[in-house]
C-alpha cells in the first residue's frame, strides 16, 4: 500500500471542519484560488508555444518590467477571486492600489494578498516560477475592504501558501495547523497529497543568496556567510550554495532541506535600502509557512510576522529558513561570535 490519496479539496474541508464556527467560506476562497493555480499551470506549461513569454513593455508599481506572464496571473487571479463573495478587497504586487471588489458582486470578511507570479525574471529562461499569498480576515467596518484590512501584522495571518511551477505543480499551504503540500495530478486535474506536514530540518547544510551583493551588506550579514564557507566540523565541508532566484522555488528546497535562504538589507545600495522582497506579498507569507513548519523568519533583528506595516508595498529584510541557521545570523548581526551559535 503506498500514501492515502487525499485531495486538496478533501484536506481543506478537514481542516475547516475543526472549526464548529465556520461558514464554508474560507473553504470556498481557496477552491477558487486553486482553480486560477490550475490555469497558470497551463499557460506556463505552454509558455514557450504561445507568444506569452517576453515583457509587457509596461513597469509595474515596483518599478520592474512586467512579464506578460506576469500580467496573465494576476488577471487570472482577479478573475478567479473577484464574485466568489468570500473577499472584501485584494491587493497584489503587480497594482497599485488595493484592489476592489466590482460593485456587482457581493463582498465577503477575507483579504487576499498575493504575488501572482514571482521570480518572473526566470520565466523565459524556463526556470521554475511560483504563486504566493497570504489571507486575512478584515478588519475595517463598511462593506469595502480599505488599505487597513491590507496591512495588517503577519501574525493576523489566517491562511498563507504558495504555488510552485516546477518539474511538476505543488500547492503548497498553511490556516495554523501545519504545513501541507500537494502535487497536481496533470491528467486528472487534481492537487493529491504529497507533502502531509512538512518539517523544516532544525538545520541544514544550504545557504542561498544572491552574494554579487555582498558589499552592500551589513559586516554581520557578511561575516556570517564568511563563517557558512569554513568547514563546518559536523558536516567536514562548508555549507552549499544554491540560488534560483525565485523565492517562492528557494523558500520550497529551504522548507523541504533546510538550510537560510537570505535577502538581506543592502545598506549602502540606495535602491534596496530596506532589503528587495515585499512584506505583504512575500515575507509574511515565507514566514508563517516557515513557522507552521518548525523553522524562522527574521529580519535579523526582528521577527517578520511581528512587523506592523507602514504600506502596502514595503520591503522588508528576509532570512528564513532552519530555526538553527536563522538564529545564528541573529547572533552575527547583533555582534555576537560565531562560536556562540554553535
Ligand atoms: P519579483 O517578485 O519581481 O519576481 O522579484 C522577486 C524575486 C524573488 O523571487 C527572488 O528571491 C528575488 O527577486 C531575486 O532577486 P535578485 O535577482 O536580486 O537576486
Ligand atoms: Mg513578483
Sequence with gaps: MTAKLVTVQRHIMEQQEKYPEATGAFT?????????????????????????????????????QVAKLDE???????????HGGHLCCMASEENVDVIPIPERYPKGRYVLLFDPLDGSSNIDANVTIGTIFSVYRRVSKGTDGTVEDCTQPGTKQVAAGYILYGSSTMFVYTTGNGVHGFT???TIGEFLLSHENIRCPRKGKIYSVNESNYTHWDDGTRRFIDYLKETNPETDRP??????????????????????????????NPRKPKGKLRLMYEANPAAMIMEQAGGRASTGTERILAIVPEELHQRVPLIVGSQDDVELYEKFVSGGKAEEGR
Design 239 to 268: 555549507y552549499s550554495l544554491r540560488y534560483v532566484g525565485s523565492l517562492v522555488a528557494d523558500l520550497h528546497r529551504t522548507l523541504v532541506y533546510g538550510g537560510v535562504f537570505l535577502y538581506p538589507a543592502d545598506r549602502r
Design 28 to 64: 470556498h476562497l481557496l477552491q477558487d484560488l486553486l482553480l486560477a493555480a490550475k490555469i497558470i499551470t497551463r499557460e506556463v506549461r505552454r509558455a514557450g508555444l504561445q507568444n506569452i513569454l517576453g515583457l509587457t513593455g509596461q513597469t509595474n508599481i515596483q518599478g520592474e
Design 72 to 82: 496573465f496571473a494576476n488577471d487570472t487571479i482577479r478573475r478567479a477571486m473577484d
Design 184 to 186: 497536481l495530478d496533470p
